[in-house]
């Protein structure tokens, strides 16, 4: 992830540095939430789609599979595998929401920056991992409904 200060010295210098931390960092740092929010929307509507699609199902998609144990549990494992999987994804996100209390000291602009810093780092870590397995999911999902279909 690239900088999210720029330390020129006109910046490090100037008499409010506080306001301006709070002010640049705020932008990067109120999006994340705001992405959260939407990963948690695509989870939920994911998961009401596919409820109300096995919901549908022909039960001997299953049922045909209980002769051969093996293969029975496997395809529980696949259909219950996006559900998991968009659970994580739920939480990523809501390690995005999470608040923690962070000790700054005013007088250390330093120590600002490098708490701001860490702050927008770790949101943006839990994104992009909520962001990874919702991708994972899409290709689980679409391995179920290729099995649903009876294309497999």
Known sequence: MGRLFRSDSALLTHPVLPDR????????????????????????????VYFHTLS??????????????????????????????????????AMVLATRPYAVHPDDPEDARHIFEEIASAKQRWLTRGLCILIVSFAVLFIDVFIFLGVG
Do not use: Q
């Open 21 to 48: 931390f709070v002010r640049y960092f705020s932008i990067s740092i109120t999006k994340n939430p705001g992405s959260a929010k939407h990963l948690i929307l695509a989870a939920s509507f994911l998961e009401s």
């Open 56 to 93: 549908f199902a022909d039960p001997d998609i299953l049922s045909g599979a209980a002769e051969n144990a093996a293969l029975h549990w496997l395809l529980a494992i696949l259909f219950s595998a996006p559900v998991l999987l968009w659970l994580m994804v739920l939480g990523c996100a």
